[in-house]
């Protein structure tokens, strides 16, 4: 009688909702655009009643469109864009401001001051992570030292703070449930990711009380009931939207990784029971808890991939839309010693370098536009590739394969050349929408729809995987082109 899962995913622009049955296909969704809000020059902030309304919206909508009964819906998994920040009154379950997006950068110059005096290395060593605005704890942080009401609130011990997951699950139970998973809690720059518990020497260190923290809980396993379309529907499963994308890609052993292609790339990589430090920029996070075992993940970033596309088509017209890059690319056997350094807003890891910009080199006589188009696909491949290499090194493990999701996966030739550089196979599932199938999978493991993740992995039938084919010299050489191009775009 119980057949379906619900998947909320609140992302940073919309809210959606998709109804799976137990077999991972969709059968209804809904989708509602979330505003942007932008005070000033680099803040970003949401309304949090619209990021639950939007997100209310989608999931009668989305339950209307697949014809069930509420009632066949056997549990709810929630995943949602990570670091952004609300903190309510818990009287009235009133925010008392407008939620600090995970971009806003308002706290940035906090974060130089927390560098400056040396704190950095004891929020990573503890936390994983950087001092960057993106996390929410400078967020929580401004929040208590600007916000009126705020000091007094803490003090009576009635505020609350919550990452988006949290705020959802406060409005889906009605204010019984001040809750989030492991894997939203890594992102708070608050979560001892050793211990699996807030750190309470962080913690006194900037002044946050504990009070006003949700309670973590597993990532699969029953957190509570949402009172939605007039009946219960136990929430039971969470993650932040790159770990459900992990897990909704069944990288479920170490070494196991995924990248998703969109405006930038998302790599994250399971090491198991390690939580490796990086030397090298990359982020330690928890891809997730079930029971009470931890599991781990690096994650590297990709700063601009396809919006080098979106630039080429929107910035200097040479493109008419996305998908006819594939084509192009196709279209001629290589791009004759063309690269494309897409470094409009500097490099990421490995390079890290902020302030170099963007290089085309190599041009000749007889390049067209064909030629850059594809130096700009290939870049995306060659940046993924770099920050691979990368968490191989770093964790001492090799990733046998790369999972790909994400809308730039849809170019087969992207794909094929990715796997030629990387030299490993590249596996595209038939449905690419990993994040809300990763919430649909925590969630339906949680209320027992499925008995273990070898289940779940049965369930991931027919990808599309795509094998090396290049041959060694013509890689060799691609590679230390490519090597040569960021080494001109970063001497300058
Ligand atoms: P995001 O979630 O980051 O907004 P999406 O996952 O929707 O991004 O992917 C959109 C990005 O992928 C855009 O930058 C677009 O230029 C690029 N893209 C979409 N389709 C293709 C394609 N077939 N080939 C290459 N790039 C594409």
New binding site residues.
């Given amino acids: 009688m119980k057949k379906y899962i619900l998947a909320l995913d609140q ?1 940073t ?1 919309s809210s959606r909702c998709i109804v799976y049955d137990k077999y991972g296909n969709k059968v209804g969704e809904a989708q509602r655009e979330l505003p942007q809000i932008y005070p000033l020059s680099g803040w970003v902030e949401h309304d949090p009643e619209a990021i639950w309304s939007t997100q209310l919206y989608a999931i009668e909508t989305a339950v209307k469109r697949a014809c069930i009964d509420p009632k066949e819906i056997a549990a709810i998994g929630i995943t949602n864009q990570r670091e952004t920040t609300v903190v309510w009154d818990k009287r009235t379950g009133k925010a008392l401001c407008n939620a600090i997006v995970w971009q806003c950068r308002r706290t940035a110059d906090y974060c130089e001051e927390i560098k400056r005096s040396g704190y950095e290395p004891i929020l990573k060593e503890k936390t994983g992570l950087i001092a960057d605005p993106y996390f929410s704890l400078t967020k929580v942080k401004y929040i208590l030292d600007n916000v009126d009401s705020a000091c007094d609130l803490s003090e009576e011990g009635n505020l609350a703070f919550g990452t988006v997951d949290s705020w959802l699950i406060h409005k889906l139970t009605n204010g019984k449930c001040h809750a989030t998973d492991a894997s939203n809690a890594s992102r708070t720059m608050m979560y001892n990711i050793h211990e699996g518990k807030w750190d309470s020497e962080i913690l006194s260190h900037f002044g946050i009380p504990e009070s006003m923290l949700p309670k973590v809980v597993p990532s699969s396993g029953y957190i509570g009931d949402a009172e939605i379309l007039g009946t219960k529907i136990p929430i039971c499963g969470v993650a932040g939207d790159q770990q459900a994308s992990l897990f909704g890609q069944c990288c479920f052993s170490r070494g196991d990784a995924k990248n ?5 790339c998302f790599l994250l990589m399971n090491t198991g029971d390690d939580a490796v430090l990086s030397e090298r920029g990359l982020l330690t996070t928890v891809a997730w808890q079930i029971g009470d075992k931890l599991t781990y993940a690096l994650e590297g970033s990709v700063f601009i ?6 630039w080429l ?1 929107d910035g200097i017209g040479i493109l008419a ?6 084509k192009m690319a196709l279209d001629i056997p290589n791009t004759d010693g063309v690269y494309f350094v897409p470094a409009f807003t500097g490099l990421g890891a490995p390079h890290w370098d902020p302030e170099c910009r963007g290089l085309i080199s190599g041009l000749s006589r007889g390049t067209d536009r064909r030629h850059i188009v594809r130096a700009a ?1 290939e870049a ?1 491949a060659y940046q993924t590739f770099d920050v691979l290499t990368l968490m191989e090194s770093e964790s001492g493990t090799v990733i046998p394969a790369l999972r790909v ?7 087969g ?2 794909c094929s050349f990715q796997s030629d550089i990387s030299c490993k196979p590249v596996i595209r599932p038939q449905n690419t929408e990993t994040t809300s199938l990763g919430a649909a999978f925590l969630a339906g493991l949680g209320c027992g729809m499925y008995s273990s993740v070898e289940e779940i992995t049965s369930l991931n039938k027919n990808p599309t995987v795509f094998e090396p084919k290049m041959d060694k010299n013509t890689r060799d050489q691609c590679l230390s082109g490519w090597q040569n191009a960021v080494k001109k775009t970063i001497l300058r």
């Fill in positions: 992302g622009t998703t292609y969109g405006t930038g991939a396809g919006a080098a596309i979106q088509r839309s996305s998908s006819d890059s594939e696909l995306m999701d994400g809308g730039a996966s849809a170019n030739f992207l």
